[in-house]
């Protein structure tokens, strides 16, 4: 009994699975070259200005996406940055909590006060 159940259920999915593949492949127009039959130009023409604007379409949004990326990239290599420049004052930071004698020329030639 399980067989047969299982049987019909794979016949069905079988035959759904070929109306979805059909309904697929199956063209929007048909051509027939017939003169004086405009009709089957006109559904050619419609096709191409609707791929027309699906391609614009897309070319938005990869336009859209690639300004995103620019932005991405300029945002980690700021950030790149300042983690090395914080890299570098945690060092400092260490070597004067231990005592040891930090170069601080830089700080005493812009705050000139403070030294």
């Known amino acids: 009994m399980k067989n047969i159940i299982f049987l019909t259920i794979v016949f069905f999915l079988a035959i759904f699975a070929f109306n979805v593949k059909e309904t697929i492949i199956e063209p929007l127009c048909k051509f027939e070259n017939k003169s004086g039959d405009s009709s089957s130009y ?4 419609k096709q191409i200005k609707l791929n027309e604007s699906v391609s614009n379409q897309i070319d938005k949004k990869i336009s859209n996406l690639l300004n995103t990326l620019k932005q991405k990239q300029q945002l980690y290599n700021k950030n790149k940055n300042d983690m090395s420049v914080n890299a570098k004052n945690i060092l400092k930071m260490k070597s004067t909590a ?5 170069d601080n ?3 005493c030639a812009k705050y000139p ?3």
């Open 98 to 102: 231990s005592g040891k004698t930090v």
């Open 105 to 107: 020329s830089a700080a």
């Open 42 to 45: 006109s559904c050619q023409n």
């Open 113 to 115: 006060e403070a030294c």
